[in-house]
């Protein structure tokens, strides 16, 4: 059973930048889709960014140009750098596949964007 674990959440002003790490155990990434997915306080989780075995990229259109997604898949780890930050990215993000396992759900990272 694959284990996920986000990290490198933190407090960044408005228009800095910031990287997310999500490593996996008990299990291989290899040949799976890997994705980035954010709750908002009050609002359902959504799908920000996914990125395939083969690196073909999907986003949601709110972060085109400012959030990458990068795998490697011998570390087992994936990505997600994100720049240009905006108040409206606070959330906690969390990686999972895509579609998502749901027992491999982790704790996820907190971002916080202050103006």
């Known amino acids: 059973q694959v284990q996920l674990v986000e990290s490198g959440g933190d407090l960044v002003e408005s228009g800095g930048s910031l990287g997310l790490s999500c490593s996996a155990s008990g299990g291989r990434i290899n040949l799976r889709t890997m994705a980035w997915y954010r709750q908002a306080p009050g609002k359902e989780r959504e799908m920000v960014i996914s990125?395939?075995?083969?690196?073909?990229?999907e986003y949601l259109p709110s972060v085109a140009g400012r959030f990458i997604i990068v795998r490697d898949n011998a570390k087992n780890t994936a990505y997600l750098q994100m720049n240009n930050l905006r108040l409206e990215d606070t959330a906690v993000y969390y990686c999972?596949?895509?579609?998502?396992?749901?027992?491999?759900w982790g704790q996820g990272t907190q971002v916080t964007i202050s103006a």
């Open positions: 990125i395939t075995d083969g690196n073909s990229v």
């Open positions: 999972n596949f895509r579609p998502p396992e749901p027992s491999a």
